[in-house]
């Protein structure tokens, strides 16, 4: 079935770095992508969204960039700070499903390092 | 903060008891999810409601496991005779358009 996956399962960057976080998706017709944060002990915070129709999105001190060609994922965190350490999640909304069967890859861990 | 609360937020239940789990999105929230999530895992899609209509009920969502939302504001998620495999976090998340999905701070339960 389809899956969101991510390369690396851990990351580790020093403060004021740039972070970047991978993920594949397989389902290339998915249209809606999502990145989520998730700090110990809480629930998966929405950080920046896409969709197939657009290759990048800004937001603060965030992008998210997509390639379709190869099914490829990416968040970029700028002048990564110690509060940025959480368990990011990419994932994907496949069609046909109404927007509401969002599929999760496994997670990257972020470590900043002070 | 989301604004989605749950309650309670751990529970430690012996194998075979039932237990009950409660989610209140903000009142805009009119699509309400309900997730998975196991250790180092991604949350797994269990449920969703739309209003108080439940649209869509995943393969993981066994016999045991019931949702409702009765009056299209908070829903319950029991889970019948528990099993110790049933151990995770349960996550609800509300939402006002098709895609974004705010989420509560879950409900961590272990099953002895």
């Known amino acids: 079935g389809e899956s969101v996956g991510l390369h690396l399962p851990t990351l580790s960057v020093q403060e004021g770095d740039n972070s970047i976080i991978n993920c594949a998706y397989s389902?290339?017709?998915?249209?809606?992508f999502i990145w989520y944060k998730q700090e110990s002990g809480k629930g998966p915070q929405f950080i920046i969204d896409i969709r197939s129709n657009m290759d990048k999105r800004q937001g603060q001190r965030v992008t998210v960039l997509l390639n379709k060609t190869v099914k490829h994922l990416s968040l970029q965190i700028a002048a990564t700070q110690p509060g940025d350490s959480a368990v990011y999640f990419c994932?994907?909304?496949?069609?046909?499903?109404?927007?509401?069967?969002?599929?999760f890859g496994a997670g990257t861990r972020l470590f900043v390092k002070a | 903060d989301t604004g989605v609360s749950q309650d309670p937020r751990h529970k430690i239940t012996k194998r075979g008891q039932n237990v009950t789990f409660r989610c209140d999105p903000i009142s805009e929230h009119n699509r309400l999810y309900w997730y998975r999530q196991t250790l180092g895992q991604g949350p797994e899609f269990l449920t969703y409601f739309q209003n108080e209509a439940q649209l869509e009920k995943s393969r993981l969502l066994s016999d045991r496991f019931s949702a409702e939302r009765p009056k299209g504001s908070f829903s319950t998620l029991e889970i019948q005779r528990t099993e110790q495999g049933d151990s995770a976090m349960y996550l609800c998340?509300?939402?006002?358009?098709?895609?974004?999905?705010?989420f509560g701070p879950g409900t961590r339960l272990l099953v002895l």
């Open positions: 389902n290339s017709a998915s249209d809606y």
């Open positions: 998340a509300g939402g006002r358009n098709q895609e974004t999905q705010y």
């Open positions: 994932a994907e909304n496949p069609p046909n499903t109404g927007g509401f069967k969002t599929i």
